[in-house]
Nanobody
Framework: QVQLVESGGGLVQAGGSLRLSCAAS????????MAWYRQAPGNQRELVAH???????NYADSVKGRFTISRDNAKNTVYLQMNSLKSEDTAVYYCNILSLSLRYWGPGTMVTVSS
């Protein structure tokens, strides 16, 4: 069983920065893609960014140039550096990993950007 724990969410003013972390623990053989999703009230969950095991990254158009995803394979941890935050970035952010064809989700961490 794999457990994911996110941290780093909170309240920030528009234009500010936050760094989210997600650590995976448990029985982990290999982690392929690691990703961050978000879900704002009344909206569907959407992909924010993902990073492959070789370090290739992909971002939603709405966060390109502002957010950076990275991973530390030795620590089974994925990060999301969020800069120039906007009110529309307010959402619950979820960590997601793909390991041996199984997907795992974290419980989510709230990010609130005040304008």
């Amino acid at each position: 069983q794999v457990q994911l724990v996110e941290s780093g969410g909170g309240l920030v003013q528009a234009g500010g920065s936050l760094r989210l972390s997600c650590a995976a623990s448990g029985t982990i053989f290999s982690i392929n893609t690691m990703a961050w999703y978000r879900q704002a009230p009344g909206n569907q969950r959407e992909l924010v960014a993902h990073i492959t095991s070789t370090g290739n990254t992909n971002y939603a158009d709405s966060v390109k140039g502002r957010f950076t995803i990275s991973r530390d394979n030795a620590k089974n941890t994925v990060y999301l550096q969020m800069n120039s935050l906007k009110s529309e970035d307010t959402a619950v952010y979820y960590c997601n990993i793909l390991s041996l064809s199984l997907r795992y989700w974290g419980p989510g961490t709230m990010v609130t950007v005040s304008s």
